[in-house]
């Protein structure tokens, strides 16, 4: 069980917030955090409260305004059972695609961590942050098979293409873990949203969230510092390459996160006007996009990764503030 307060949606790692700690310090604090505000997925949520219970029809399922869909003339002339069974379909795409990325991210962290010396201050806290993973893939697995619907997660061509993830750990590590928070900002931007909020959402939701948000905090930290200390170690010629591709990949990630996939366009037939509307030609999903990297691209600034020419590349992704040089 959880030892501690109660979370809440704006909560964020104390050790994220205190600045001038000594790296090896800051890991031994974020280790101790794993220790004594942990969670584990079926004691720390309450599966078979009646409140808990999954009814598709439930219109606390609808989509919020924070979703651009919400906003199409399409989507709000649906039956409001349509309209809640939509949404609860797009929170499991979203956790399915949650549990393989975070496959992709375990993998890759015990591959870091087998190549490790034993006394490396990583060490501990790489098993720490597989731990918390693997218990978020349990709930998000037990959420999926509650809602009883058939969810697809990633394109195919991405779940082969993780692969290669998983090899950058050791072989590229500042990379793999800008891909680390690549995969967990823009969805911590999502369910942060949903939480300030005052919008009703359904507690099974809301309770997942709370612990996912609480613990990534944690693991968002652990990959800010390894990159504040590695990446001005590495070579001119890795930096370039490093600060080239991130644009690239991160506007792959976020647009994971941030648009109905496929799967459950087809399923529900939406008009491709309806996803022009609201993904493509959208100023408040421009924004969205922008503000889920936020912090990753203020990252980039203060570790120098960011030119004229890397700048071009974040705002031809979308990725970059209209306001911004």
Partial sequence: MFHGQTVRGNETSSSDRAPGIPYQRRLEQLSEQSVTKHYDAFRDIPWENPDYQ???CDPRWVLTPLEPLASTTWYRTQPKEIQARIGLHHYATLMKIGIEFENVLERGLLEFALRLPLEA??????????????????MFHEFIRRTGLTVRGMPALLLIGSRHVVRLSYRFPELFFFFVLGGEEPIDYVQRGLLQGSYPVHPLLRRIMQIHVTEEARHVCFAREFLRRNVPRLPR????????RLPLLLSQMARLMLQPSRELVALYQIPRETIREAYHNSEQQRRRLAASVRKIRELCEQLELLSP???????QTGLLEQALP
């Fill in 54 to 56: 999954v009814d598709p």
């Fill in 237 to 244: 010629n890795r930096r370039r390459l490093l600060a080239l």
């Fill in 121 to 138: 201050p990583e060490f501990r806290y790489v098993y720490h942050e597989v731990i918390e993973e693997s218990q978020h893939s349990l």
């Fill in 309 to 315: 020419t890397t700048l071009w590349l974040w705002k």
